[in-house]
């Protein structure tokens, strides 16, 4: 009887879940936490599998993924400035401690110009700077190791709808090391 009214309920909530993950539905509906339970049918054991809680804006403060297990595999807080643009992210590892914090900084379009990697100990691992198009898309980033060294960049190309198609990286000494191809398939 439990696990029928569950699946009930479940199915209930299945429009506002699906919803949930959209930023002006968590406002709208005022979504303070968004939970993915698994159920084991022969024990009846639930399981958290992915947790979210959200501000008042509809912004993501904190993301947890679970195995099935229930242990952590990624847990992630964010945190944003007075426009609802994210400033910090903070990775922890499956023990619970900071992995990596990632700090950024926006232009005047507000579009990320810089991320700032930092470890556990505050220590700068890797500065990365990004260049746009004109329209927004971004154009290259560049990517530096602690002590301000290139350690490589890319440049992005675009289609005619401003859809990516290509992205080159190149090594400090302007040698292509990857290329990456961008396809899509469209309806008719």
């Known amino acids: 009887m439990k696990l029928i009214f569950y699946i ?3 199915l209930l909530l299945i429009p506002i879940i699906i919803f949930a993950q959209k930023k002006k539905d968590v406002k709208k509906y005022h979504i303070k936490t968004y939970k993915e339970i698994i159920v084991d ?3 009846e054991k639930s399981t958290v ?55 950024y900084k926006y232009g005047a379009a507000k579009l990320i110009i810089e991320e700032l990697i930092y470890d556990n100990k505050n220590n700068l691992l890797k500065k990365i700077k ?12 560049q990517v530096f190791d602690g002590s301000g060294k290139l350690i490589e960049k890319s440049t992005y ?22 290329t990456k191809k961008y396809e899509y398939e469209f309806y008719p």
């Open 49 to 103: 599998l992915e947790l979210r809680e959200f501000n008042k804006d509809g912004n993501i403060l904190s993301e947890e993924v679970r195995n099935n297990d229930g242990k952590i595999k990624r847990k992630k807080d964010f945190e944003y400035n007075k426009t609802g643009e994210i400033v910090s992210e903070t990775i922890y590892n499956e023990n619970g401690e900071v992995k990596t914090i990632h700090k």
């Open 8 to 10: 009930v309920s479940v």
């Open 130 to 141: 990004y260049t746009y198009t004109g329209s927004g898309e971004k154009k290259g980033e």
């Open 157 to 178: 190309d675009y289609d005619s709808k401003g859809l990516r198609t290509l992205k080159k990286t190149y090594d400090a000494d302007n040698k292509l090391i990857s």
């Open 41 to 43: 049918n022969s024990t």
